[in-house]
């Protein structure tokens, strides 16, 4: 999905959807630790067309993958008139390395203070949304009212 076509599908998602839907109750998110607290079934339940990136087995798989600095903590939303998923939304940490490596000189400068000082210039990062942005990072049951749960996901995240 390119830029354009992602942002209209959120612009979609955020539409307000009449309160008759089958969501009973005000949504109440939060962030949990790991996937493995939601449950593969109840998070593949929320999926929609096209939204592989954000299937579990995939993002699990980032999970394990043991990347350096690198820490899962999805937000899911449920409504308090039910224990089902209402949303839900990848969550990461991260070190996001400000300098970036892709100037050379920087990483000659910084290779050696870096020694001294491992997290210089490095920035503890949280970021919602699938490691590989290629879809709406908000996967939302078609009976709740998108634009509600996907503020609550983002309360949640903050």
Same mark, same amino acid.
């Not at 939304?89 to 300098?99: K, R, S």
């Not at 970021?127 to 503020?151: K, N, Q, Y």
């Given at each position: 999905?390119?830029?354009?076509?992602?942002?209209?599908?959120?612009?979609?998602?955020?539409?307000?959807?009449?309160?008759?839907?089958?969501?009973?109750?005000?949504?109440?998110?939060?962030?949990?630790?790991?996937?493995?607290?939601?449950?593969?079934?109840?998070?593949?339940? +929320?999926?929609?067309?096209?939204?592989?990136?954000?299937?579990?087995?995939? +993002?699990?798989?980032?999970?394990?993958?043991?990347?350096?600095?690198?820490?899962?903590?999805?937000v899911v939303a449920?409504?308090?008139?039910?224990?089902? +998923?209402?949303?839900?939304?990848?969550?990461?940490?991260?070190?996001?390395? +400000?300098?970036?490596?892709?100037?050379?000189?920087?990483?000659?400068?910084?290779?050696?203070?870096?020694?001294?000082?491992?997290?210089?210039?490095?920035?503890?990062?949280?970021?919602?949304?699938?490691?590989?942005?290629?879809?709406?990072?908000?996967?939302?049951?078609?009976?709740?009212?998108?634009?509600?749960?996907?503020?609550?996901?983002?309360?949640?995240?903050?």
């Amino acid at each position: 999905m390119n830029g354009v076509a992602q942002e209209g599908a959120l612009a979609r998602a955020l539409q307000p959807r009449p309160a008759s839907h089958g969501v009973a109750g005000p949504i109440s998110a939060q962030a949990v630790e790991g996937l493995a607290a939601v449950g593969q079934g109840r998070w593949d339940d +929320l999926l929609g067309p096209g939204n592989d990136v954000l299937a579990y087995a995939y +993002l699990d798989a980032w999970e394990h993958a043991e990347l350096p600095g690198f820490r899962s903590r999805p937000v899911v939303a449920r409504s308090s008139g039910g224990d089902g +998923l209402v949303a839900a939304c990848p969550g990461f940490w991260y070190d996001l390395d +400000l300098v970036g490596t892709r100037v050379p000189v920087a990483g000659q400068v910084l290779g050696p203070m870096r020694q001294l000082w491992p997290k210089l210039l490095m920035a503890r990062t949280y970021e919602i949304g699938s490691p590989t942005p290629l879809s709406s990072p908000f996967l939302v049951e078609p009976s709740a009212d998108a634009a509600t749960a996907i503020r609550a996901l983002v309360r949640a995240a903050l």
